[in-house]
């Protein structure tokens, strides 16, 4: 079937600029081209075309948080990714080493990876002071070179309750903070809180292992009392669950030492993210966020250990 030829001054029916064999009347009203129903796009005056409406979200500026973050933070993606790192290690190491992983029992991989200060060396079951080869497994410590501890101790945990509950509170606080602060913000948040913490770790603590998410967590609760300060909500509804974790810091088996270091660095991250001017926002918050990580950097590798216990 075939439409017939236009007549002799008669005014061909345009066709849609994307689907030339459709005829139509209607047109862009940003360029004008004729489109078809299944090409407009409802905009706020008359339909758009689709090149157009791509066009327009390529030159639109992105809304931004009150703190200059990605508005994607919304979905809490870094928030779920960490949850599922952690989760994702802890049960690989289960499969590896069994059940008792599942309680408190530490792994090689525990032992390889926790915050540790100083050397040690492992002597048929127990752990000396020192180095001394020739009698059992050494084990590196941060303050002599072992410095991915410093990273990887975040990621490892002593048990299902101690995973359980660092990862509640994780899911409790990141999503909000990294709604208000932008996945980027908020990543570098949590990673400098865990950093510093375990910096704390050792140099307080240099012969103890401890590991765990906590000393990030506690970052976190630090940022996100600043973060509500400064939108004018209220803080001190924070303030109990704080001063219940600090509690919680000294029972025993539990390092404070980690806590406190998270939280000190949570501070100082939170201060610069949260007050940084309108003007120049993301420089400050780069250059702040960039000196709290060469602090620590300098810290754990100039700084011997405040204390041999």
Known sequence: MTSPAPQSGQA???????????????TCTRCGRPICPDCMIPASVGHQCPDCVAEGRRTQRPALTHFGGSRAGMHGYVTKALIGIN????????????MDTLTSGSTPVHEWGAALGRTVTKIEGGLYLGALPQYGEVFTGIHDGAYYRLFTAMFLHYGVIHLALNMWALWVLGRSLEAALGPIRFAALYLLCGFGGNVACALLSPYAFSAGASTAIFGLFAAYFLVLRRL??????????????VVIS???????????GGFVTGVACGLGLAYAPRENRNFVQAAVLAGVFAVLVAVAVFVPPLTQG
């Open 87 to 98: 989760v994702a290690v802890f049960a690989v190491l289960a499969v590896l080493y069994g």
């Open 12 to 26: 061909a029916v345009p066709v849609c600029y994307r689907h030339r064999g459709r005829e139509t009347h209607l």
């Open 250 to 260: 000294f029972l025993p088996g539990i390092s404070w030492q980690g806590h406190l």
């Open 232 to 245: 004018g909500r209220d803080a001190m509804s924070v303030v109990p669950v704080i001063l219940v974790n």
